[in-house]
């Protein structure tokens, strides 16, 4: 005799399964990374890029090579910084008099005056002075401003630029000296790593005391109209360098730090100053509605990266992970992609990964009163100093507010939060199955049971009979 489960039952229990795996997989859909909100510019060329993640947020026309006019100062200052003190005297030279001249921005300089470094910066980043840059970029030269031109090409091929050629220190115009948008972002970027550079870009007013050649000061105001211009003044604003040549037309550089959000603003050959203002307001809104930073891994174990920029209402669990080793440096890099878009990345040693593999490993067997929030959560609160506990959180990041979290690639690259989902429907399947079989079992040996029950009852009644 043939015994069938019971429709009904079986029905249930594919429901019950079915609304188990649902539950089990987060319903949300991934956000898209943002395409066709950006706002209308007035700028030929522009990038938006999150200074420590590194990741491009906007960008027109960033690789096509333009005359960069005055913001080249900022690899001028750059080297200045990195390669030498700012106490240092420097003498002016014929070389760097010929920009003081009607036409050129300058600080009328004389051969043989002398200055410190540190004066000479703040003119040429406040003043724009050519002949004040043209001053340094002799003095770090060694008395040539070809071999300090040489320095800046090798220093933008250091920091990954592929458009940019240089021939002098200030930004005047010569076809072989030009930029991309996407490079003066890279340069940018590597300035904002000095403080001595922030404080100088971020200071509205600085004045020169009187030389051995000149008995008045010299006042100096900054340019950067997001800085001093009540009409464009940007909140969080950092600093910048304003440039303007009729070649290069109007171009600008500005860093914005917001709640532990830094982001870098280029725009160039914009049709006059207050559209390059307008267009930075612009794209820096632009930029804080779309995006968020989020810091993965762990400090303490890092040793470059950690940072990556996504969609508002993306989550640092959403990315795909591809681990790559570099056998010859012994580093291990962590890629994080978005949607098929580079999200950042984060550097560890090999040791060191070992060491953040153990850590998460221990974090995951802590009992679940005690670990908090699990792997791939945000938690709420304030960080403190690295450590080597996992270091799961929202909290603060050099006092600012970046939220954190620790995502660990499996096999492949995979992320053990995605195979724990499909684990988990597996798992619930898995018992589905198990437990249809058990009722099914338990059916049929019901069934059998009132089979045998109703046999013998008749065979008794058959007996009463007198019928076998």
Known sequence: MRIKTPRRVFAGILLFTLLVSVSAVPAKA?????????????????????????????????????????????????????????????????????????????????????????????????????????????????????????????RAAELGCTGTHFVNACGMPDDQHYTTAHDMARIFRAALKNNEFRKIIGTHSYTIPPTNMTETERSLINHDPLLTNPSFAY???????????????????????????????????????????????????????????????????????????????????????????????????????YRGTWAGEMVMTKENEKLYLDALAEKEEEPSGESGSKEDSVQNGASGSASSEPQIRSGESAGESVETVTVTPGPGGERPSVLRKILVVLGVLVAAGMVTVLVSIHLTRERRRRYKQRRKRKMAEGKKDGKL
């Open 30 to 154: 991934a956000a898209e990374w943002p395409q066709g909100a950006a706002p209308a510019l007035s700028s030929d060329a522009a990038i938006v890029m999150d200074a420590k993640s590194g990741v491009i947020l906007y960008e027109l026309n960033m690789d096509e090579k333009r005359y960069p006019a005055s913001i080249t100062k900022v690899m001028t200052a750059l080297l200045a910084l990195e390669n030498a003190d700012l106490a240092d005297t420097v003498t002016v030279t014929e070389e760097a008099t010929a920009y003081a001249v009607g036409g050129s921005a300058n600080q009328r300089t004389k051969a043989g005056e002398t200055f410190t470094l540190e004066e000479l910066l703040y003119g040429t980043m406040l003043a724009s002075a050519n002949d004040m840059a043209t001053a340094v970029g002799v003095y770090i030269g060694g008395g040539s401003i070809e071999a300090f031109a040489d320095m800046m090409n090798a």
């Open 235 to 337: 909140p969080g604003i950092v600093g910048g360098k304003t440039g303007n040549t009729d070649a290069a037309g109007q171009t600008l550089v500005n860093g914005v730090n917001q709640n532990g959000m830094e982001l870098i603003v280029v725009t160039m050959r914009a049709p006059d100053a207050p559209s390059a203002a307008e267009d930075h307001v612009k794209l820096f809104d632009y930029a804080y509605e779309h995006f968020t930073l989020r810091e993965v891994g762990m400090p303490a174990y890092r040793t470059s990266g950690g940072f990556i920029s996504l969609p508002k209402g993306a989550e640092a669990s959403d990315c795909e992970i591809a681990v790559s080793e570099d056998e010859e440096q012994g580093l291990v890099t962590y890629t994080y992609t």
